[in-house]
């Protein structure tokens, strides 16, 4: 099993652009979720997902969208990139056995210019 | 509202001394309460968890101390190792809330040789 893959590993966004964050998870998890982490903030929640096609707010959803129309992926999208948005972002899943785990992509460095 | 506080911010520990990390939290609906483990580069991952009803939980050199009257819980390393080094984030969850974790800020562990 792959686990959590997340692409691109690293983007550079100029102010306005728009860009995709893609997540993929073949460990068939129900739950999945979008995090971003910037020094001495912890993690916060942007947004999550119960199961494909439920998705809702976290901590930070305002600048970010996401879909979920398959198990398997969830897509995070920012439209109108802002220098706010410069951070490192994670996807993670959980379910199955160990429920209340979650398991973590490698994360994408994203900086808005 | 940060409802997970995790200090110190920082540790620096000599090779065989013990690590301590404390973290205190607001919501008595919590009641799973993990400690992830992240190297540069990489996500977190799952080191240990506990849950409310035990004093305290031991996997190797790691243990979680609970205290629930006092809403707190620590990570304690023994004998810590170079490779110990790492930033480690406390977090807490309440089921039903769709799984979602609440972190704390996180604690840049150093361990010298």
């Known amino acids: 099993n792959a686990g959590v893959t997340q692409t691109p590993k690293f983007r550079i966004l100029k102010i306005g652009q728009s860009m995709t964050l893609q997540c993929t998870q073949d460990?068939?998890?129900?739950?999945m979720y979008w995090y971003r982490q910037d020094p001495g903030m912890g993690l916060k929640l942007i947004y999550y997902s119960v199961g494909a096609g439920i998705t809702d707010k976290g901590e930070v959803p305002n600048g970010y969208n996401v879909s979920r129309s398959t198990t398997e992926d969830f897509p995070l999208r920012l439209e109108l990139a802002a220098p706010s948005q410069t951070s490192v972002y994670f996807c993670a899943s959980s379910g199955g056995a160990h429920y209340n785990e979650q398991f973590f992509g490698p994360g994408t460095r994203l900086t808005v210019l | 509202q940060q409802q997970v506080k995790q200090s110190p911010q920082s540790l620096i520990v000599q090779k065989g001394g013990i690590s301590i990390i404390n973290c205190a939290y607001e919501n008595t609906a919590f009641d799973y309460f993990p400690w992830y483990q992240q190297f540069p580069g990489k996500g977190p991952a799952l080191l240990i968890a506990i849950r409310p009803d035990v004093s305290e939980k031991k996997e190797g050199r790691f243990t979680i101390s609970f205290n629930k009257s006092a809403k707190q819980f620590s990570l304690h390393i023994m004998d810590s190792q170079p490779g110990d080094s790492a930033t480690y984030f406390c977090a807490a969850l309440r089921s039903g809330s769709a799984r979602q974790l609440t972190f704390g800020s996180g604690t840049q562990l150093t361990v010298l040789p």
């Open positions: 460990m068939n998890h129900n739950y």
